[in-house]
């Protein structure tokens, strides 16, 4: 025998061992009052609002920036918070800003009226992603600094949501000061992928990728304090271990938890479950270019085949409400009335024979099989069809080349979510049916009807609700009669937290934002 | 078997000289390789560097600076060129610098990755050599039975099970992470939580930063002990078979001291390869031990990459990772070559 | 470096003899029974899986989602209501299939240009071994990962992706075979009576070069089944809905805690298939030549 390696072998494993103690007070580890443990299951890929297209990404953005308005609480009604007040042009197409005045970013630039001219500049010249949001409506040439703390907006059209699209992530006021940190003609891009320079509640302490986030309180915010001094967003990919440490009290709040892991924590000791519904629409893409998907009977029998009770079961274990139109329940221009397909074989089969395919045929289902519900609906969708003889195969892809291959309508039907950046069913109506929308602007099924297109470009500019609304019936009758997609799900928004966790306010504009400037810990 | 290994400089040197040229042309080709590789991924790299609301001019001028417009061979020399600066391009994921994210992610997959070969030497070894000296009785069997199963394992299935066992349902030990929920990373120096810990005498961290180690470490070098304790098995039986071990006997030394002086040592030459080729199995390892735990290093930087088909990200680290392999293999080689003298006459 | 010349095989002429010396061999083995047993079970399910899977391993039943072990259900179901047994049975033809297909396509490249490189020497060999030492500077998952990632992930780019990776192994253990046996005393007779270099190396050479190549191959059976699993479970390689191992035990991952059965299955079918290849690599490696042990690598 070797004793004296065997010894040293022995002694690793003795003191390995000893480490093993579990942590001294088991549960509910205390942490620091003022300090929020969240754990989240995805990374942020940047920081810089004005290029992140990430819903999710997006609670480590909100709240180191301020906008021009805010959403009220819970609602979705907007009011003041870097603007003090502002005034509408009677077209509709001019919006003047009285600023609020001696506010400061992070880096201690006075924030007026030409940081805020500068900051919008910044979000046009780039042209990113989060700058979509205003195509047509306005650019940097409709901006005007009227004095220091007035400014105004002129927009190319008249745009109902004009207001409601400022509180939203991408409009948030970013400091001039970055161009500092510009390299290679990238208007600090590389510098704000990794910070933050904003005037919010918070500002973005220290980012470990992979690992952890660190908001800390802004020292010198000119709005009411936050109770908390820090919130640490750590990295949890695991969804089984962020329950357990939820359960156990390492962290106070968490997301994105399954439906089974929810239902699994819901009334244990400490936890609290919060639920309600969500305006995230959950839908198929039905390419109109393909030569089966360009006949309405197609589509039509496609939207009678697919189960929708199923997915919402199997999917969502029930916790979900099947669509009814493209608008999603709860949003002004909603129609109860309208019609909402309901799984029916027989007209299923009758259509397509109508449709001259009887024998079916072959389709493909894009979807990016990391996201897990995309997977198990694309399952769901192709036993389903098989029974009309459609015969579907699951085409799955790397998010950034579904996206590629969308925006090229180089797909038959793919799976997709969709949130209103604003509180408006033109984010449901204008992107998802005008036609010179095709691609990954919003119109995924590259719908095209000239009636259509009239409608939601008027809709926009109407300033007469009444009217309005009578434009969102005609909307959505169409969009169900034609069958433009299949219109599966909303879920209900479920979020689990520890009892000590106060203040939570649930804002379905802020889906996967919680309100970390509202939020306390009770001792 | 050639006369005593003299230190024959013009030899030495010669195989030194041609050992290195080897490792440059070898190195030449992994870079071509790679750069194939990053052209055939599917998807315009500008549009997706610029984002899907760019406007065409913006998406023009973006391929003119990445000079997409150049032919293939002069695509090439850009890229031989800028790697040669230290410029592996820019992540898409991340829009920072390659280099930087492989630079922040290296000390986790280092700390990892060297505590696991340590644990590999520290147990492999011994292992090797008891599993020698009692052949086919039940050391034998039992190192065979942890070897087998080390490499017959899914990793990731048998990472799973760790958690399971170690953090949901015993709690002694964390799923996730390199430290735990509360504590506050210590003050840095290398990275490496656990030498910074001790070296800043940060007690809570330590402990958290080891007690994170753990499971990992535990995982990996479960996984990598095989080859090693094959090695030492095999080379121990064929050196313990030798004639001048059976002289030593007969002369009456004690069986430690021959085990030691002697059959180890000599034992130890193949070995330092297999350690070498270690290193290959433990960044391979990490890749699903560090997703599986969340740990923030190299390997989860990559998969992360390659899922999101960051090509910039996924070159950088596919060239990081050759050239970290092949220099340690090459460190193996020429250790060899000193070791050995046969080698060098090859 | 001085090792005594390899000696051409012993001829077995009587098969009934061979037979009876095989099986007497076997039975001393108990580890290598289990493992060409072991295999034996896989290579039968994965044939037989249409009669031996109780259900449509497609066939989803939302009511009835991840059901503990039951007699309906042996082992289970899982989150869309699939049985997990039947999923398992038809996942041995999977994995069997991306296991052979991976090291038969390896194996056949490699040895054709080993036997080339060993054979024919100079700058072809010198080429050849460059391009080995290429492919071999990387980390084998790593250079899968991207190449799968580039590729488009599927199960037939993943096999694609692992075999350009797996080729060198065998062109070195070819070549080196070919290198010893190139100077053996009944090649050196074959030559000597006129046989031209293809009837050399195809008749001579090949025969002798190969049982290396073949316990390479079936312990990398196995290795190729581990190494798929992982990239399917890290998503590049198999996708919804087919019922491959590492894919189950991916999806798996998240019920875990509450639905045990899950993840456990799939890897323990991964892990016993494994050791069934590896156990009987190890005993081919045995019976074709012991000394063969040091040469492959311990």
Known sequence: MIPSQWSRVLVAVAVLGLLAVPNPAGSAQATPRDVLIFGATSDVETMDPQVSVDNIAWRAIYYNYDRLVQLKGGTTEVAPQLAESWTISPDGKTFTFRLRTGVKFTDGTPLDASAVAASFTRLFKMGKGAAGLWDGILDASGITVVNASTIRFTLKTPFAPFLGSLATDQASIVSPGVMKHETGGDLGQAWLSGNSAGSGPFFLKEWRRGERIVLERNPNYWGPKPALRQVVIRNIPDAAVLRDLLERGEVDLGEVLTDDQIDAIKGKPGITVFEAPSFLATYLYLNNRNRYLENVKVRQAISYAVDYQGIIQGVRKGRAVQMRGPIPQGMAGHDKTLFQYTRNLTRARQLLAEAGHPQGFELGLLIDPGVREWADIATIVQANLAEVGIRVKIEGYARPTMRAKLDKADFDMATGFWTPDYPDADMFTWFWFYSKNGGLAGNRSFYSNPRMDQLVVAQRQEPDLAKRMQMFRQIQKIAVDDAVYVYLHQPVYRIAMRNRVQGYVYNPMLLFMPNFSGISKAP | MRSSPARAPPFMAHFLARRLLLQVLVFTGVLILTFLISHSVPGDPALLRAGPRASPEIIAQLRHDMGLDRSLPVQLWIYVRDLLRGDLGVSIRTQRPVIQDVAEHFPATFELTTAALLVVIVVGIPLGVLSAVQKDRFPDHLSRVIAISGVSLPVFWLGLMLIYVFFVRLGWLPGTGRLDMGVEPPAALTGLYAFDALAGRDWAALRSALRHLFLPVLLLSYVSLAPVVRMVRSSMLEILGQDYIRTARAKGLAERFILYRHALRNALIPTLTIIGLSYGTLLQGAVVTETIFAWPGMAYYAVGSMTYLDYPAVIGITLVSALIYSTVNLLVDLLYGVVDPRIRYD | ???????????????????????????????????????????????????????????????????????????????????????????????????????????????????????????????????????????????????????????????????????????????????????????????????????????????????????????????????????????????????????????GRTFLRDYWWYPTFPGLAIMGTVIGFNLMGDGLRDLLDPRLRRQVGG
């Open chain 3, 1 to 251: 470096m001085t090792e005594a010349p390899p000696e051409a095989p012993r001829a077995l002429f009587r098969p009934a003899a061979r037979g009876r010396l095989a099986v007497r061999w076997l039975l001393r083995r108990p580890l290598t029974l289990l493992g060409v047993g072991i295999v034996l079970a896989v290579v039968t399910v994965g044939l037989a899986a249409p009669l031996l899977a109780p259900y449509d391993p497609l066939a989803l039943d939302i009511a009835n989602r991840l059901q503990p072990l039951s007699r309906a259900h042996p082992l289970g179901t899982d989150h869309l209501g699939r049985d997990m047994l039947s999923r398992i049975i038809y996942g041995a033809r999977i994995s069997l299939g991306v296991g052979v297909t991976i090291a038969v396509m390896g194996a056949l490249v490699g040895t054709v240009l080993g036997l080339l490189a060993g054979y024919l020497g100079g700058k072809i060999d010198e080429t050849i071994m460059r391009i080995c030492d290429m492919f071999l500077a990387f980390p084998a998952l790593i250079l899968a990962m991207a190449l799968a990632a580039s590729l488009g992930p599927s199960l037939r780019n993943t096999m694609l992706a692992l075999v350009v990776i797996w080729w060198p192994w065998y062109t070195r253990i070819m070549r080196g075979q070919v290198l010893a046996l190139r100077e053996a005393e009944y090649v050196m007779a074959a030559r000597s009576l006129g046989a031209s270099t293809r009837r050399l190396m195809f008749l001579h050479l090949l025969p002798n070069a190969v049982p290396p190549i073949i316990v390479q191959a079936t312990l990398d059976i196995g290795n190729a089944i581990l190494i798929a699993s992982s990239l399917s479970f890290l998503g590049f390689g198999a996708q919804p809905p087919a019922p491959e191992w590492g894919a189950m035990t991916s999806d």
